[in-house]
């Protein structure tokens, strides 16, 4: 079982950055690849990065290329969402997943494939 909690939304201007954290309970944190979806007040939700276990390999959806560059801390369980230039289209609730992953290169944009969530957190970008 792990339990994922975000933090660092919140209500930025276009154009500044913001970084999003998700700290991760349990021992096993290294085991899991991990992923950032976000959705947005009725849109379904949409995937945004991913990094694999080991850290080496990520993958980030077109619209956030160049922009935003996910990181993960296995010694502090945590994984980071570094999101920069924002624009009104990111304004949306972030949510970070984790997937057991037995290949240390393995990333993942398929929610179904994530076992575990967390609440989220909100950013908000005015224009």
């Known amino acids: 079982q792990v339990q994922l909690v975000e933090s660092g939304g919140g209500l930025v201007q276009a154009g500044d950055s913001l970084r999003v954290s998700c700290a991760a309970s349990?021992?096993?944190?290294?085991?899991?690849?991990m992923g950032w979806f976000r959705q947005a007040p009725g849109k379904p939700r949409e995937f945004v990065a991913t990094?694999?276990?080991?850290?080496?390999?990520?993958q980030y959806t077109d619209s956030v290329k160049g922009r935003f560059t996910i990181s993960r801390d296995n010694a502090k369980n945590t994984v980071y969402l570094q999101m920069t230039n924002l624009k009104p289209e990111d304004t949306a609730v972030y949510c970070c997943?984790?997937?057991?992953?037995?290949?240390?290169?393995?990333?993942?944009?398929?929610?179904?494939?994530?076992?575990?969530w967390g609440q989220g957190t909100q950013v908000t970008v005015s224009s």
């Open positions: 990094i694999s276990r080991s850290g080496r390999n990520t």
């Open positions: 997943a984790a997937n057991r992953a037995y290949n240390s290169g393995t990333v993942s944009s398929t929610a179904g494939e994530y076992d575990y």
């Open positions: 349990g021992r096993t944190f290294s085991s899991y690849t």
